[in-house]
């Protein structure tokens, strides 16, 4: 069977990628792309399908010239058709695609959670296609603000996310050519730096019975033998 354009594979699953050339979508994109999952591991099945879709897709453009009332290419697990050119989803639509593409903790899902509340605050979620460069800059901006009351890394932090979303978007699902906002940093600083003990707080602290005369302390919470062995280590340095 011959080689079908298009065909690749994306977690174990056949994929097809259409690209419609611009002279049967002519007022849209000269790049409209559709990538439509096949939904099977066989290569000939794959094939079969991807030939029928193909077809489907490129009549539907040559007898109507646009995306209008396209023939269903909706991804049946995630919900939404995987579109460049006449339509893209949002971003808000792609984490959920992004949290079940592999395992990931608890944690780093409602961080990546928390910096999507505020992109779509912000910018209002546009089409991944509308979203400029611009907004990111403005993104970044509004994260400094005094009245979010965060730190340049909590910021920083929060626009990294989503910047991973967007290069998610882009590298994994290929919604977009490439994330706008690539290369978009926030630099900060650690400015606390630990103060040396003053010598008032070192007599306190070697004043303690366990340096003076070797007792341990009888509390259950004090470590028992492990504050001997810190009293050794403290003696020596």
């Known amino acids: 069977m011959a080689k079908l354009p298009g065909l690749f594979k994306r977690d174990g699953i056949y994929q097809l990628r259409v690209i419609v050339p611009k002279h049967l979508c002519p007022l849209y994109s000269p790049k409209t792309k559709l990538i439509q999952s096949l939904g099977t591991t066989d290569r000939r099945e794959a094939a079969i399908r991807g030939s029928l ?23 049946t697990q995630f919900g939404f058709a995987v579109t460049a050119g006449a339509h893209t989803p949002r971003l808000s639509e792609v984490f959920e695609r992004w949290r079940l593409s592999k395992a990931r903790s608890v944690d780093s899902v409602n961080a990546c ?8 605050g912000h910018t209002r979620d546009p089409q991944l296609s509308a979203l400029t460069r611009e907004q990111g800059d403005s993104f970044r901006t509004w994260l400094q ?93």
């Open 145 to 237: 603000q005094p009245e979010h009351g965060t730190t340049l890394k909590t910021a920083r932090d929060h626009l990294t996310w989503v910047k991973s979303l967007l290069k998610y978007a882009s590298l994994d699902l290929e919604l977009v050519d490439r994330s706008p906002w690539e290369g978009l940093d926030l630099a900060f600083s650690t400015t606390f730096k630990r103060r040396p003990w003053t010598q008032v707080e070192l007599s306190a602290f070697f004043g303690q019975r366990i340096f003076t005369h070797g007792e341990l302390p009888k509390s259950k919470k004090a470590g028992g033998l492990a504050a001997a062995t810190a009293e050794t280590t403290a003696r020596r340095t």
């Open 53 to 75: 879709h193909r077809a489907k897709v490129l009549g539907h453009f040559a007898q109507n010239g646009s995306p209008q009332d396209l023939p269903k290419l909706e991804h």
């Open 113 to 120: 959670k928390r910096a999507l509340a505020l992109y779509k």
